[in-house]
């Protein structure tokens, strides 16, 4: 069975652009989250949906945004992109809210 | 969120086993521990989970303490591949939803 994919892999943005990054969760799986991750640090929780309703929020800005499609994929979308956003932003999935989560192998944002 | 303490960084050698501790002394009844490990230039990898008691699974053994205040992560053969950074994370209560990362143990595996 697959597991969670994303896309695109790897992508560069000029400051003050906008990117939607995109998630297939585990079949089956309910709920999506995402997380960003900055070189050297832990991934930071970023949202979470759950039944295509947003069911959590970090500590991020609104130039951050997203939503969870009938079909369970995801889209992050981050506006006025700044040259800090630069990190690896991390889909997950799990079956429910409250179940074991599985990662993809992440899309890698460079802003210059 | 509850926090956990680890190592910055431990050595093992291939093919030794390896006790990877965590602290959670703030630990609430209701929080399961979790580990994940994160090989380099790929996103985080389930490795095990329990509440109480101790667990064993193809990857890895999770041994709890008693009081729940610390666990060990042990993996009982290290493999190069087992080279990582490894996370030990408390999921649970009103934030069951999410991951709560630390900075981790890196764990370097010498040949």
């Known amino acids: 069975d697959a597991g969670v994919t994303q896309s695109p892999t790897h992508l560069i943005k000029t400051r003050g652009q906008q990117v939607t990054l995109r998630c297939s969760p585990i079949?089956?799986?309910?709920?999506v989250s995402w997380y960003q991750q900055v070189l050297g640090q832990g991934p930071q929780f970023i949202f979470q949906?759950?039944?295509?309703?947003?069911?959590g929020r970090g500590n991020f800005p609104d130039r951050f945004s997203a939503r969870q499609f009938p079909n369970y994929s995801s889209e992050l979308n981050v506006n006025a992109l700044l040259l800090g956003d630069s990190a690896l932003y991390l889909c997950a999935s799990s079956f429910n809210s409250g179940n074991t989560i599985y990662f993809g192998e992440g899309s890698w944002l460079t802003v210059v | 969120d509850a926090k956990t303490t680890q190592p910055n960084s431990m050595e093992s050698n291939e093919e030794e086993p390896v006790h990877l501790p965590c602290n959670h002394s703030?630990?609430?009844?209701?929080?399961?521990i979790h580990w994940y490990r994160q090989l380099p230039s790929q996103g985080p990898e389930y490795v095990i989970h329990g509440l109480t008691s101790n667990v064993n699974n193809r990857m890895a053994s999770l041994a709890i303490a008693e009081d729940r205040k610390s666990s060990t992560l042990i993996l009982h053969r290290a493999t190069l591949r087992d080279a990582a950074v490894y996370y030990c994370?408390?999921?649970?209560?009103?934030?069951?939803?999410?991951?709560?990362f630390g900075k981790g143990t890196l764990l370097t595996v010498n040949p």
């Open positions: 949906y759950y039944e295509k309703e947003e069911r």
């Open positions: 079949s089956g799986h309910k709920s």
């Open positions: 994370i408390l999921k649970g209560g009103g934030s069951n939803y999410k991951l709560t």
């Open positions: 703030t630990i609430s009844g209701t929080d399961y």
